[in-house]
């Protein structure tokens, strides 16, 4: 009897060493990498973490914790982290949920570290749209991506991906916002990707020469964002047939002069 009572004393301290080996176990790793600050100063750190609560970044250097506030970074630098890859690797072997997992245990690592954030939860949205079909959390995942993430680490393709689903997904006002917003403060190349996203809302809601007019800004305006012409020049083109314009085989003919080797270029 009293060696059952000792045994029972004894257990809750015995699960309790178990889960502080799950714990340690399962403690985000270490993602390093270089910062520049607003003063000029290039910091590299061993570990580099975003602290939600106090905006600021905790940075690791010679085994000491400093802060850092959001306010005085500049650039992030920030190094590939294992685990993304092993995830990529994951996803491509067919276990799907498994990946997801695992980027979401990366995202938690990566929050507010550019470009890896953005990274991350695109990939996140592209399973949601293209390997395991669910709407909502393809939604809820971009919209995240958008609200969240650092605007420097998101690429125009990216952008185009978010939009394309919060488009089929109707959420109009919000990105009436989104593309103002980029338009006016974002890159070359984003803006022009916001402005081929707000004629996609226009077609959607049948405004067809609203569509026309943005699609025709890329193709006028930013002629040295080459990789997005083609699909402004096909769109522009394609909202002209719709609306009777003869002008419709010229730009066509244009399109497949300029740009032969596009996707676009034989696109019906």
Same mark, same amino acid.
């Given at each position: 009897?009293?060696?059952? %009572?000792?045994?029972?004393?004894?257990?809750?301290?015995?699960?309790?060493?178990?889960? +502080? &080996?799950?714990?340690?176990? =399962?403690?985000?790793?270490?993602?390093?990498?270089?910062?520049?600050?607003?003063?000029?100063?290039?910091? $590299?750190?061993?570990?580099?973490?975003?602290?939600?609560?106090?905006?600021?970044?905790?940075?690791?250097?010679?085994?000491?914790?400093?802060?850092?506030?959001?306010?005085?970074? $500049?650039?992030?630098?920030?190094?590939?982290?294992? $685990?993304?890859?092993?995830?990529?690797?994951?996803? %491509?072997?067919?276990?799907?949920?498994?990946?997801?997992?695992?980027?979401?245990?990366?995202?938690?690592?990566?929050?507010?570290?550019?470009?890896?954030?953005?990274?991350?939860?695109?990939?996140?949205?592209?399973?949601?749209?293209?390997? $395991?079909?669910?709407?909502?959390? &393809?939604?809820?995942?971009?919209?995240?991506?958008?609200?969240?993430?650092?605007?420097?680490?998101?690429?125009?393709?990216?952008?185009?991906? +978010?939009?394309?689903?919060?488009?089929?997904?109707?959420?109009?006002?919000?990105?009436?916002?989104?593309?103002? %917003?980029?338009? &006016?403060?974002?890159? =070359?190349?984003?803006?022009?990707? +916001?402005?081929?996203?707000?004629?996609?809302? &226009?077609?959607?809601?049948? %405004?067809?020469?609203?569509?026309?007019?943005?699609?025709?800004?890329?193709?006028?305006?930013?002629?040295?964002?080459?990789?997005?012409?083609?699909? +402004?020049?096909?769109?522009?083109?394609?909202?002209?047939?719709?609306?009777?314009?003869?002008?419709?085989?010229?730009?066509?003919?244009?399109?497949?002069?300029?740009?032969?080797?596009?996707?676009?270029?034989?696109?019906?």
């Amino acid at each position: 009897m009293k060696m059952i %009572n000792h045994v029972v004393r004894i257990k809750p301290f015995g699960i309790i060493l178990f889960l +502080a &080996a799950v714990f340690t176990c =399962r403690q985000a790793e270490a993602v390093g990498g270089r910062v520049l600050t607003t003063d000029g100063q290039i910091i $590299k750190a061993t570990s580099i973490r975003f602290k939600k609560t106090t905006q600021e970044y905790i940075l690791t250097t010679d085994n000491l914790e400093r802060p850092l506030a959001k306010a005085k970074v $500049k650039k992030l630098d920030i190094e590939k982290p294992a $685990k993304f890859a092993q995830a990529i690797t994951t996803l %491509n072997s067919g276990k799907v949920d498994d990946a997801i997992a695992m980027f979401e245990e990366v995202y938690t690592e990566v929050f507010m570290l550019s470009p890896w954030d953005a990274q991350v939860l695109d990939m996140l949205g592209r399973i949601y749209t293209t390997k $395991k079909i669910d709407k909502a959390k &393809a939604v809820d995942t971009y919209e995240k991506l958008l609200r969240n993430a650092l605007p420097e680490g998101i690429t125009p393709d990216i952008k185009k991906r +978010a939009w394309a689903v919060l488009i089929d997904a109707g959420k109009t006002e919000a990105l009436a916002k989104e593309f103002e %917003n980029t338009i &006016a403060t974002g890159s =070359r190349a984003n803006a022009a990707a +916001a402005y081929i996203g707000r004629g996609d809302l &226009a077609k959607r809601t049948k %405004n067809t020469s609203d569509a026309f007019i943005d699609y025709m800004r890329v193709v006028l305006l930013f002629d040295q964002v080459k990789d997005l012409q083609p699909e +402004a020049m096909y769109k522009a083109m394609k909202c002209l047939e719709e609306l009777k314009d003869s002008r419709a085989a010229e730009l066509r003919r244009e399109l497949a002069q300029k740009y032969p080797q596009s996707e676009y270029a034989s696109k019906e």
